[in-house]
């Protein structure tokens, strides 16, 4: 292989650069970046080359060892995370709640383990909301690399034992991974983001490259045709994708491509100039460092201020990171990566990056520590985020690999019967629910759908599954016959599609149809406001706040629907008042009406239920005073 692959090349520092600010931008400015995500796939598309460079090097001069390549690997990825890992868990020890601070701890565990894209596989998705708050949710991709070098250099070592071709090895992996990413991209989207088997054929690409190196044409008008492809593929992708495509699916090539032609071409003008550049390499030089001081820091300002951070800020905290950056690659990655590699320094490098998980693992086992705030705050925390009244898994379901209502979600020998379809907020309506049956005689049947809008012929790419299983409720309200259906759910998009469901109802059942409106939309979620409130006042939060969102879909939701003959119940009326939204339902912190941004807890539930039963069962009960009683079918 000709050494040109596999020597120092600026211009890889410079395509390293523009990876990172892809990133980085679309972090801070998702607005104009809006599909800087692609940054990672560069980097993966760059990793494969490096390495797999390095190693058929080695492999061709008979002096590769794996102990030898595992202790580059570790001065190289451990003392830049080690670090960032340590200041995240101190910092969310001073600013988060035990929940939270759990929930980051058990992420510092996984990360310090590079299993970090399989844990966040199992919480949500990549460009979910909740997303948005995980200080370490962009190490899954650190995850991805570290594993692919687990099984990379012995698959090469094995190939090279058996004569096989390494170009069809790394072929036959890499068609086998896209093909897999393809076909899984459609029907579960969040596995095919996170899974290595889905990812590696990014980082294979790369090796290819490595691998074809004395193949490709290094003249100059071929340089220069492929390093502008490769440019302006990235570019497009950068500028057409956004968090609405399913990706990486087909999408992925563009970068992917792009950034192999790139690489392919050193000697093109675009690569010895503007790649080449000194922005771009000293950029390119702290990429790491950069990127994984970028997020947390992002992360922890917003809590730290307890509102969105606005353009100014979020370019002062790029430029901080672009501080500690250089100032962690000089003082802490620098003295490791370079010089002889000593038994010592792999030695404190693995006892460090034991340490930070220990530590992790320590609050995670204390629930993330309560003691550390004082007991008002504490009280708060402790109020569940979901009941067991919800009925997770069975009536609300997690479409991502549950399709199945069970027979309970129906109380079949009970009348009226209230049907309550929507999403985990219609699920939160439960609690008050079954509060109000025992003083009221009516059934409940739930068929709920976390993430799931209640609007039949809706494709949702960040919940798979829920066209289907909202086809699956609508033939079950005509087997059930209910005498009222409660729509419920954070509305905002696919009104039209909601009033084609009622239109259906109308048109296929007897029952009343009830739209409740969306509930108040806290921004940092409400035990977040009681936190920030305590800090700056000393002192619970007032009964009422102004802090939450204003609902902007109920004069549409009523207008579109009301002539459809739905009735419509705003919960703003219920739970708002010109003062603000509640925010407890009691004297003390644990008596709060929602458990994060719109899920209301037990307490507001009853709350809210309360207030609208006598609309929701019919004005004639309201009137007379009276419960209404079960009635003959």
Known sequence: MSSTSSRYRPDIDGLRAIAVMLVVNFHAFPEAMPGGFIGVDIFFVISGFLITSIILRELDQKRFSLLGFYNRRIRRIFPALIVVLGVTLVVGWLWMLPAAYAQLSADTVASAAFLSNFALLWQSGYFDVESAKKPLLHLWSLGIEEQFYLFWPLILMLAGRLRLSILTVAAVIGVASFVLNVALIGSNPVATFYLPFTRVWELLAGALLADGWNRVS??????????????????????????????????????????????????????????????????????????????????????????????????????????????????????????????????????????????????????????????????????????????AHECLLDLSHEMSFADSCVDRDRRPLILVWGDSTAGALLPGLRKAQ????????????????????????????????????????????????????????????????????????????????????????????????????????????????????????????????????????????????????????????????????????????????????????????????????
Not at 257 to 280: M, N, Q, V, Y
Not at 282 to 311: A, E, Q, R
Not at 498 to 505: K, W
Not at 564 to 573: H, P, Q, R, T, Y
């Open 218 to 391: 290094q003249t100059s008008a071929a340089s220069n045709w492929r390093a502008s492809i490769g440019l302006l593929l990235i570019a497009v992708a950068a500028g057409v994708l956004d968090t609405n495509r399913a990706f990486p699916g087909w999408w992925a090539v563009l970068p992917v491509t792009g950034a192999a032609l790139l690489l392919s071409a050193p000697g093109a003008w675009i690569c010895r100039t503007t790649l080449a550049s000194r922005p771009l390499v000293w950029t390119g030089l702290v990429s790491y460092p950069l990127y994984l001081w970028h997020w947390p820091l992002l992360v922890f300002f917003g809590i730290i201020k307890f509102s969105p951070l606005t353009l100014l800020e979020r370019g002062l905290i790029v430029g901080l990171s672009f501080v500690l950056a250089g100032l962690t690659y000089r003082f802490v990655e620098k003295p490791f990566r370079f010089g002889r590699p000593g038994r010592f320094k792999i030695a404190a490098l693995c006892a460090g990056m034991v340490s930070v998980a220990v530590a992790g693992a320590f609050v995670v086992q204390g629930r993330g520590f309560d003691f550390r705030l004082p007991p008002q705050i504490r009280e708060m925390a402790s109020v569940p985020t979901q009941t067991s009244q919800w009925r």
């Open 438 to 633: 025992e003083t009221r005689a009516f059934g409940i049947a739930q068929f709920t759908a976390s993430s799931c809008i209640p609007a039949l012929n809706v494709d949702m790419d960040a919940t798979p599954n829920c066209r289907a299983i909202n086809d699956k409720v609508l033939s079950l309200v005509r087997e059930i016959r209910p005498d009222i259906v409660l729509l419920h759910s954070t509305w905002g998009a696919y009104l039209d599609n909601v009033a084609e469901t009622v239109a259906a109802l109308k048109q296929q059942t007897n029952a009343r149809i009830v739209v409740l409106g969306s509930v108040p939309w806290w921004k940092r979620g409400l035990p977040n406001e009681v936190l920030r409130y305590f800090m700056l006042h000393h002192r619970l939060i007032p009964e009422r706040s102004s802090r939450a969102e204003t609902d902007k879909s109920g004069a549409t939701l009523r207008a579109k629907l009301v002539p459809l003959g739905a009735e419509f119940i705003s919960v703003w009326d219920a739970l708002c008042n010109a003062d603000g939204c509640l925010t407890r339902i009691g004297d003390s912190a644990k008596d709060i009406s929602f458990s994060d941004q719109v899920h209301l807890t037990e307490k507001g539930s009853e709350f809210l239920i309360d207030a609208i039963i006598d609309r929701l069962l019919g004005e004639s009960a309201a009137a007379s005073g009276t419960s209404p009683m079960p009635r003959e079918r």
